[in-house]
Each structure stands twice: as C-alpha cells, then as structure tokens.
C-alpha cells in the first residue's frame, strides 16, 4: 500500500512538472502601467500589474520580478535596493481562465526619466519541486518625474516710488527712472543690479517726496 502511495505520488509529481514546463507559459499575459505618465517630485502614483491565465491548466505558483530605480519608492516589505536599482517582487496564484490585477502605491521622491521593466515571471508546480522562468521584455512602463516647483523670493523689478508716481499720472519721473534704468542694466552685472535698482529706489523716492 505505502509503495502504491508513492508510485502515485511521483506519477503525479512527474506529470504536474511536464504539464508545467510545456504549457505553462501559453497563452499566459502580463502587462504593466504607470496611473499618469508624468508625476512631480513627491507625488504618489499608481504602477498597476495585470496577469491573466488564458488556459484549462492552473498555475498554483506564480512570481512575477521587476526591476526599477531605487527613486521609485514601493512598500518597503515587498521590494529590496541594491545601489541604485530596486527588485519588486510579486506572487500569484493563477486557476484557469483568471485574471488578476494588483495596484501599487509609488512615491516619486526623485526627477528623471524612470522605466519598471525587466519583467521576469517564475513557475513553479504545486509541490514546488521545479522552478521555470521566463523573460517578458515587453512588459514595462515609464514614468517622467518632473522637478518640483518651488517659490523664490525675486527682487522687485520696479521700485515701489516709480509705480506710485504711474498711478498719479506724473510722468517725468518715469521717464528719467526709464533712462537710468536702461544705464544701469547696460552697464552692471546681474548681480549688482538689485543693489542698484535699490538705490534708484530710494534717490526717486527723494524727487517725489
């Protein structure tokens, strides 16, 4: 009895691996995208993974493996950082004619160009004697993260005496501030320029008051 226990037992082992390893791979669909194709620093986005099993056989163990920039930011327990490149991993189980679609949390936490690809799905049988991979090199998605905006103090291009004395109509000031104005940017470097719009400032101020 115990022998005929494990003649079936193999048979069934032989038969589950042989199965697997021609059919596993048929008719079986992964895809990968990104919720927006543009981001900014510090947003959040959705990466989407869809698989589908399009066959009678079911795939009791599926792990599908990405690969992505380490800026990219994904839940801590479910991927790893090696320099600058990240693994994600995921684990599936397949029955026939299913579809599964799992959504990740992604936080930009820094610019650039980043792509999730290097798709590799592993197979393995129900009693997980023998592993099978494959490459799914067209499965990827991109994502373009913007610098994000931030607010700088800029110095006042008009001081604040020349658009008093536009409001009341006075002319000539404006006209002389027009001429030193343009003196001045000819004449002084970016970096003085600030210095000098800050003295005309205070010499016009003196004229109108």
Request: aromatic share 12%; with cysteine; net charge positive.
């Amino acid at each position: 009895m115990i022998l005929i226990i494990i003649l079936a037992v193999g048979c069934i082992i032989f038969f589950t691996q042989l199965l697997i390893r021609r059919f596993a791979y048929y008719h079986l669909e992964y895809a990968v995208s990104f919720s927006a194709e543009e981001a900014t620093e510090g947003d959040t986005v959705i990466l989407t993974e869809t698989i589908t099993n399009q066959k009678l056989l079911p795939l009791p163990w599926v792990k599908v493996e990405l690969t992505t920039n380490a800026a990219l930011d994904f839940a801590a327990e479910q991927s790893t950082v090696s320099q600058n490149t990240r693994f994600i991993s995921s684990l599936f189980c397949l029955f026939p004619y299913r579809s599964i679609r799992r959504q990740w949390k992604v936080r930009c936490t820094k610019r650039g160009i980043f792509e999730v690809s290097h798709a590799v799905i592993v197979i393995s049988d129900l009693f997980d004697t023998a592993e099978y991979s494959k490459a799914f090199p067209h499965a990827a998605a991109k994502l373009t993260v913007l610098p994000k905006v931030r607010n700088l103090p800029l110095p006042p291009v008009f001081p604040q005496s020349i658009i008093e004395a536009m409001r009341n109509n006075t002319i000539l000031p404006v006209i002389i501030f027009a001429f030193v104005f343009g003196i001045a940017v000819k004449s002084c470097r970016l970096e003085k320029l600030a210095g000098v719009l800050q003295e005309l400032n205070t010499a016009f101020g003196k004229m109108l008051s």
